[in-house]
Nanobody, 124 residues
């Protein structure tokens, strides 16, 4: 069964920090490279951080130096530490595989499976 559950979002002032967590099905963490995506209001979803083969990390230029992705395979959990948050970081944040998990594999009607996401709002 495919399942991804994101948590840790909230309202934070500019310059603040948040840590997001994503708990997933066991097999996902065994076979997938994973990433954090975000969808700002009225915009397309974008990949902001990735961890490949459990060790190599990549970041979008907009978050480089401020966000850190990590995973704990023993706990089937993916993390995103976000520091120096800016208003433009406001978005719904999702974790998923790289590429996103296919809808057919997950048994959903959409092209890809997505969890419910977690809202991050950066505002004074």
């Amino acid at each position: 069964q495919v399942q991804l559950v994101e948590s840790g979002g909230g309202l934070v002032q500019p310059g603040g920090s948040l840590t997001l967590s994503c708990v997933g099905s066991v097999y996902l963490f065994n076979i997938y490279s994973m990433g954090w995506y975000r969808q700002p209001p009225g915009k397309q979803r974008e990949l902001v951080a990735a961890i490949v083969n459990g060790t190599k990390t990549n970041y979008a230029d907009s978050v480089k130096g401020r966000f850190t992705i990590s995973r704990d395979s023993a706990k089937n959990t993916l993390y995103l530490q976000m520091n120096s948050l800016k208003p433009e970081d406001t978005a719904v944040y999702y974790c998923n595989g790289l590429p996103p998990i296919d809808g057919v594999v997950a048994g959903v009607s959409s092209r890809h499976y997505w969890g419910q996401g977690t809202q991050v709002t950066v505002s004074s």
